[in-house]
């Protein structure tokens, strides 16, 4: 893609009203500021001890070179926000837990918002390359969110752009996480005016099959 923009007066910095939605499964299992610090130090851990921690974001760069406009959906404490900025794209994280979004924002490279997937408007903002749902987002939406979220995603994404979605299968998901029938996802985001590009099973384009245990899913705005 090459409709780019230059960083300087990229982003409006006006921020725009929280519009809450039903309670996610998420905040039902964290909530303040206690937890959130707790959430974060789990990831630094694994970064200490080696772990590779930017697949997420690998792979948005293989998929649309920087710099693109990517909203990281669901972001946290912004862990693939913030490599996604690193990596020279125009990155945006949105998160209902304001907490996980407090400690974001101690990246003062990109911009965080406070914003409720569900009843995410943020097209005063220009149009996004990639949405990005990471990190287990989908399961822990709130029941029966998922048609309203793959609606409003897909409302921000500039005509050819992609939403991917990265999520676990079956008994590999936390606890608290609701199971995802990739039948009903696939269908939801063809409803949201999306065609379906490919699946896989990590991050790293591994082959998806009947036992996988993550789904790595790509659609795109064909039409828009």
Avoid: K
């Avoid at 990517?70 to 994280?93: K, M, N, P, Q, W």
């Avoid at 407090?102 to 097209?123: G, K």
């Avoid at 903002?125 to 048609?147: C, I, K, R, S, Y």
Wanted: aromatic share 8%.
């Amino acid at each position: 893609m090459t409709d780019s923009a230059p960083r300087s007066g990229m982003w409006p910095t006006n921020t725009p009203p929280v519009r809450p939605g039903p309670p996610t499964r998420w905040s039902g299992l964290q909530r303040g500021p206690a937890a959130a610090r707790a959430y974060r130090q789990r990831f630094l851990d694994l970064a200490a001890a080696g772990q590779d921690l930017h697949g997420e974001a690998r792979f948005v760069t293989e998929l649309v070179p920087p710099p693109s406009r990517v909203l990281d959906a669901g972001c946290g404490f912004g862990r693939v926000a913030s490599e996604l900025t690193r990596l020279g794209h125009y990155a945006i994280g949105v998160d209902a837990d304001p907490d996980l979004v407090a400690l974001a924002q101690e990246d003062r490279s990109t911009r965080f918002l406070v914003a409720d997937l569900a009843t995410l408007d943020l097209r005063h903002e220009q149009e996004f390359h990639v949405v990005l749902l990471a990190g287990n987002v989908v399961p822990f939406l709130a029941d029966g969110t998922l048609p309203q979220v793959l609606e409003r995603l897909a409302a921000h994404l500039a005509p050819g752009g992609y939403l991917v979605a990265g999520f676990g299968l079956g008994e590999s998901l936390p606890e608290g996480a609701a199971p995802v029938d990739l039948r009903h996802y696939d269908r939801w985001a063809r409803v949201a005016g999306l065609s379906y590009i490919g699946r896989w099973s990590s991050w790293d384009r591994e082959r998806f099959t009947p036992e996988s245990t993550y789904a790595l899913s790509v659609h795109r705005q064909v039409n828009g």
